[in-house]
């Protein structure tokens, strides 16, 4: 019969390699998302110009809209930072 430990071992290994994985591949999905969000807000806050107006409406109304759907984490609040 076969070493139950070895095999028992083998199955945790694949286990835990898929979960790595599948966090890796989220992180990654994820991080496109927010950086193409990102580039969204700016086209739209710029409007063609060369500088953005940041702090307009647009930011809060987004803010309140994907907290909605999506949760606190989008809140307004936290997502406010220094612009220079």
Do not use: H
């Amino acid at each position: 019969m076969p070493n139950e430990q070895q095999f028992y071992t083998d199955v945790c290994f694949i286990l835990q390699q898929a979960r790595e994985n599948a966090y890796n591949s989220a992180n990654r999905i994820m991080t496109y998302a927010y950086w193409s969000v990102g580039r969204r807000i700016v086209e739209q806050e710029q409007y063609g110009e060369k500088k953005a107006r940041y702090g307009s409406y647009l930011i809060k109304n987004l803010s309140i809209q994907l907290a909605d759907k999506f949760g606190t984490g989008f809140s307004f609040a936290g997502r406010q930072m220094n612009m220079y």
